[in-house]
Structures are given as C-alpha cells and as structure tokens.
C-alpha cells in the first residue's frame, strides 16, 4: 500500500451538503462573478506550480475532491479560500542534542532528516505546522533513540541507528501526510576529557601490541639463532668460516681497528699446558 492510499484512508471526505446559509452566500458569489464579469473572473482564476498542491476551502470545509493542481483551478468568489502546499523534499538540521549514552557519557550528537509530504489535505487538516512539529519530533525521537545505546554503538553503528530513527519517525508523522525519505547521523562530539582518556586507551592498546610483536620476533631469532649454533658446532671449519665472514664485514667499513676473536679451543689448550 503506498503513500497516497494510506493518507486518503487515514481521512474522512466531508459532506457535500452546505445548508441554508451556504446555499444563499453560493448564490451570492455566482451573483457577484456576474456582476462583475470579466474581472471577477481574473481574480478567480488561480494557477500552482507543477510542485505544488492546492487545499481549497468552500466555506471552511475541505473541498471535495482532494487537492487541485498542478496548473490552473478556479475558486468560487467569497466563499473559497485555498492554501498552498510544496510537494518537493525538504530537509531538516536537527540541532545538536546533549544526550546522556546509556553507559552514563555524556555526548552531543546532530543530525538531518530529508522528508516530503504526499497528502496535501491531511497536512494541512491535522496539523497546524507541519514542518515545525517534523522538526520537533526528529530532535525528541533522536535524543530517545541515542539514550538506549551505549557510546560504542553510538560511535560504531550510525547506519542502524539512522534506520531505527528513520521507521519511528516514518511512522509517527504518517498521520500528518509526511513521508520521512532519510536519516542520516552527522556529527558525534565527546567531551575533551573523555577524547583524552580514549586516546590514552588506544595508545597503550597499541603499545602492548607492539611489545607483543617484538617478543614475538625475538623467540623466533633466539631459535634461528640455536639452531645455527648447533649446526656450527657439528664442523669447526665452520665456526673459522664464520670469523672470515665478519672480519671481511668489518674491513668494508674501512674501520681503523680490528678486533679479531680468539677460538676458544685454543684458549683451553693453552691452559691445560
């Protein structure tokens, strides 16, 4: 069921009858649009735009019919009034709301709303102002929305909320012949106590991280490192092989002095003698 169906059943169709007083001032206009032919003519005519809808009122009563336009209508001279409605999406900044998470922090949140109206009649029968009593629910809907989340949902789930806020408010203003189109959450504010303490949090997370990291890297040398030792103890070749390997490394630094390390086994045979 769309839009324009539930706003026709969410609405009565007046009477056609106006009685005898709206039968005598009916005869009256027709009788002054002759009179005063052409020119009354010229003040009856009225033309809307292809966005708008226009409600006409035939002695306080809604015209039967539904809304007239786009392009031109024709009113009845003293007993017709009409009103103008903007057919086209409008959008709403809802200022920023100081609202209490539901793990006691305290945060200032904005948002926008993007709506339109599809029934003309019912926006302007039901309610005095539709746009100011849009504006108002969106700002009371988003504070009771945000105080059921913790900050962490706040900060992480936008979308979800916006679609939460986004079917309440649908729901809530159908009545008034408004269609809520979007929800979009613009801007979460922290305190700057509780930014510092965040900042603080996520830098010692990433210090414990990286700490965690280096340990990692150093057991995993360690082990390289014994299993080269005990491949190196298997051939003493090798160990002097090594000792070339470094005292070449050390000669391309063009260093000035040389440390040349003594074997061991011979440091133990000297002092066995």
Not at 114 to 132: G, K, L, P
Not at 162 to 177: E, F, K, S, V, Y
Not at 184 to 212: F, G
Not at 252 to 272: C, H, Q
């Amino acid at each position: 069921m769309d839009s324009n169906s539930r706003g026709k059943e969410g609405r009565e169709e007046p009477e056609a009858e106006l009685g005898c007083c709206g039968c005598v001032l009916m005869g009256v206009s027709i009788f002054i649009l002759i009179i005063f032919f052409p020119f009354s003519l010229i003040c009856s005519l009225k033309i809307v735009q292809e966005y708008e809808r226009a409600v006409i009122f035939r002695l306080g009563r809604v015209l039967s019919g539904g809304a007239k336009g786009p392009g031109l209508f024709f009113l009845m001279p003293c007993v017709d009034t009409f009103r103008c409605v903007d057919m086209r999406t409008f959008s709403y900044d809802i200022p920023p709301q100081e609202i209490l998470s539901r793990d006691a922090v305290t945060v200032s949140v904005d948002a926008v709303i993007y709506a339109r109206i599809f029934d003309a009649v019912i926006s302007i029968c039901n309610v005095e102002n539709v746009h100011t009593s849009t504006r108002l629910l969106a700002a009371t809907t988003l504070r009771n929305v945000l105080g059921t989340k913790p900050l962490s949902e706040i900060l992480s789930d936008r979308e979800v909320i916006a679609q939460q806020m986004q079917t309440i408010l649908d729901h809530a203003t159908d009545p008034w012949g408004v269609k809520v189109e979007r929800v979009e959450v613009k801007d979460v504010r922290l305190p700057v106590q509780m930014q510092r303490a965040m900042a603080a949090e996520a830098e010692a997370t990433r210090d414990a991280r990286a700490k965690v990291i280096l340990a990692d890297g150093e057991m995993k040398a360690s082990r390289s490192l014994k299993e080269a030792a005990d491949i190196m103890s298997q051939s003493p070749c090798a160990m002097q092989i090594r000792y070339l390997q470094t005292l070449n490394s050390i000669a391309a630094e063009k260093n000035s002095t040389i440390i040349f390390p003594l074997p061991i086994d011979l440091l133990s045979g000297l002092m066995k003698k």
